[in-house]
């Protein structure tokens, strides 16, 4: 299995975008340095995070990092130009030597539709008609007029994974294009999207894929030396950025209560001890059979210093734990 993390880089009280990025670079280069496998940058259009172009930051991420993969998680294909997505991580592909991905989505907030002059309403449309576009380009190499598109990228085919929340139809369109899904759980108990996966390997199978595509559960995790420190230091960014998001969407505030609740076994968050998370990634895995795990660590107000060491451990304990007993499981 692939283990890696993700950061949407909530800016802290007091902290300046430049500072924000730079400890975004601290991250990757961690993750590269203890072995984990995929790190991935959110594209957001808020004052309270700093990423808009995911794959700028992740070409500075390439300069500092060697072998782990780089991803979007989420780039908005339906209020971007295709093309543009596709240039700008082909340039990665060739900055990182081969280490680019695209993960395509809807995302966490809906500012682009409005900044760039769309229309929310016409997103599923936009979002079809873009990704048929984007996979044309990566499999021609020309737009629908015949001209070229240029630099192309190291692997053939860059990756394109699509990022799914809990629609059925886009797991189903994900299995049909024969396209890796990464399907996100942030509440609720993990076996309740088990159709998800499931829609999204048969929709494969039924376009005539001899093999489903990948599928990565992505959620929000954090590692610390024990259990409670684990609980104790990562509610309170936790909370404060759920309650936050929550007041603009309407949702109910969230107590200790309902995060302990979550940090249960069948519980969405993966938070706790290196041995607590290894036993709630392999309970998923005998859910999903997933090839991948991301993890949102550093979240809200988490402090930077705690960020980096819930990596180091997620990348020095956790995964390899995870990594032996999955291998032994298909042996």
Do not use: C
């Amino acid at each position: 299995m692939e283990i890696g993390v993700f950061t949407f880089a909530d800016i802290r009280e007091g902290e300046s975008p430049e500072q924000r990025l730079r400890e975004v670079v601290e991250e990757a280069e961690l993750a590269d340095e203890v072995g984990l496998d995929v790190f991935g940058v959110g594209e957001h259009h808020r004052p309270d995070f700093t990423v808009s172009t995911p794959a700028v930051v992740l070409a500075a991420v390439a300069a500092r990092t060697k072998r782990i993969r780089l991803t979007s998680a989420v780039t908005v294909l339906s209020s971007d130009d295709p093309i543009r997505v596709f240039q700008e991580f082909s340039t990665l592909d060739l900055v990182s030597g081969g280490r680019a991905e695209i993960m395509v989505g809807r995302g966490s907030f809906i500012e682009s539709f409005p900044l760039f002059g769309y229309d929310l309403r016409d997103y599923d449309r936009l979002f079809a008609e873009k990704l048929e576009r984007l996979l044309e380009i990566r499999e021609t190499g020309t737009t629908p007029g015949g001209q070229g598109v240029y630099p192309r990228p190291v692997q053939d085919p860059l990756p394109v994974w699509i990022a799914v929340g809990g629609t059925p139809e886009s797991a189903v369109r994900a299995g049909r294009l024969g396209l890796p899904m990464a399907l996100a759980i942030i509440g609720g108990q993990p076996e309740r999207f088990a159709p998800f996966a499931e829609l999204h390997r048969r929709a494969a199978l039924e376009a005539g894929r001899a093999v489903p595509p990948p599928l990565s559960i992505n959620s929000h995790g954090f590692v610390a030396d024990s259990s409670q420190q684990a609980a104790d230091e990562f509610f309170p960014a936790y909370a404060a950025m759920m309650n936050r998001i929550g007041r603009e969407r309407g949702w109910s505030g969230l107590t200790r209560q309902d995060f302990d609740a979550l940090r249960t076994r069948r519980g969405a968050l993966v938070v706790g001890s290196p041995e607590e998370v290894v036993e709630k990634i392999l309970f998923q895995h005998e859910i999903f059979g997933h090839q991948r795990f991301l993890a949102q660590m550093s979240v809200g107000s988490l402090p930077h210093e705690q960020v980096l060491r819930s990596i180091e451990l997620f990348g020095t304990e956790v995964a390899p734990a995870v990594r032996t007993e999955i291998a032994k499981r298909e042996s």
